[in-house]
């Protein structure tokens, strides 16, 4: 019988990813993405996740373990971009719109996850905080589309906070490989989007 503490780790994790899948498949509803297709998407995307995380936890501890705590949300996050990354790709959809719902979703997880964390312990207020500063800047990335702002360049924004941020925390080595892969992935989203829209007017003149 799992215990209590083993349920309330489950919901921990569980609640924001629950958040991150639900307001990725609303937003990519409302682009007009076929909605059996996000299913199939987040659900390759899981799988990917799972797949890699598992399989970094074996040759990291030597063990199978199929404890949700144990994942390392490094390898999971970068799991589950990079299978979505070639989905979308083979649905030829826009990918630059994928991955900004996919972004601006995570940051309205990682606002719940520091609500949780809030509650988890005993209402310190620094994590209220940062968990209100993310629903503001996740309601802000929603409403406001300034035009100098395209497609991906949400998610190359986000993505390289995150991979910043993580570098000033990460405590072990191999979480550096999948923080410079992701970074490496928003960076080069960047750099195609803008020869996509300012190169065409540098060639067109």
Do not use: H
């Not at 349920?7 to 569980?14: D, N, T, W």
């Not at 991150?20 to 990519?28: G, I, M, N, P």
């Not at 199939?40 to 373990?65: K, P």
């Not at 719109?97 to 964390?117: C, E």
Request: net charge positive.
């Amino acid at each position: 019988m799992p215990t209590l503490n083993t349920i309330l780790s489950v919901l921990y994790i569980a609640i924001p990813v629950l958040v991150w899948l639900y307001s990725f498949w609303t937003s990519s509803r409302k682009d007009g993405f076929d909605q059996e297709k996000i299913f199939d998407l987040v659900l390759y995307g899981l799988l990917g996740a799972l797949a890699l995380g598992i399989i970094v936890d074996i040759v990291t501890r030597g063990q199978l373990s199929l404890k949700p705590q144990n994942l390392n949300p490094y390898t999971t996050a970068s799991g589950f971009v990079g299978v979505c990354t070639l989905v979308v790709l083979k649905y030829k959809w826009s990918l630059y719109r994928v991955l900004d719902n996919l972004a601006i979703s995570f940051v309205l997880a990682i606002a719940f996850w520091f609500l949780a964390t809030f509650v988890k312990s005993q209402f310190k207020i620094s994590y209220l905080l940062v968990s209100l500063a993310l629903f503001i800047s996740n309601y802000a990335l929603r409403r406001c589309r300034p035009g100098f702002i395209k497609s991906g360049m949400k998610f190359s924004l986000i993505s390289g906070i995150f991979c910043l941020v993580a570098l000033l925390v990460l405590p072990k080595t191999p979480n550096l490989i999948f923080v410079g892969l992701l970074f490496t992935l928003s960076l080069a989203v960047l750099i195609f989007r803008l020869r996509s829209v300012y190169g065409k007017s540098v060639y067109g003149k």
